[in-house]
Nanobody, 121 residues
Framework: QVQLVESGGGLVQPGGSLRLSCAASGSIRNINTMRWYRQAPGKQRELVAGINSGGSTNYADSVKGRFTISRDNAKNTAYLQMNSLKPEDTAVYYC???????????????WGQGTQVTVSS
């Protein structure tokens, strides 16, 4: 019914930048909150940033001032601009969205498959 596809991950040197994209498709009536999570090896998945349909954002303390989340509601797409990357940012990054589908009566949570970000010299 709904698919989330992340892209933009890769290998980058410390201090570098990457831009992740998350495109939602399917029988989408509305998306309220879109979020980025990450999971490093041996660690729990953690919230990185979130944005609601009105554009209000929130960030984990560890990425404030370095990462920026944005979205294009017309394209059902969220972005994560990551600057000044550090080795500790290395993780699989997952997109999450709360979606109302045309045949549904409530919002449901959907996840993408994840994209690997590796920060290393």
């Amino acid at each position: 019914q709904v698919q989330l596809v992340e892209s933009g991950g890769g290998l980058v040197q410390p201090g570098g930048s990457l831009r992740l994209s998350c495109a939602a498709s399917g029988s989408i009536r509305n998306i309220n909150t879109m979020r980025w999570y990450r999971q490093a090896p041996g660690k729990q998945r953690e919230l990185v940033a979130g944005i609601n349909s009105g554009g209000s954002t929130n960030y984990a303390d560890s990425v404030k001032g370095r990462f920026t989340i944005s979205r294009d509601n017309a394209k059902n797409t969220a972005y994560l601009q990551m600057n000044s990357l550090k080795p500790e940012d290395t993780a699989v990054y997952y997109c999450n969205a709360n979606v109302l589908i045309y045949t549904g009566g409530e919002y449901r949570s959907y996840w993408g498959q994840g994209t690997q970000v590796t920060v290393s010299s």
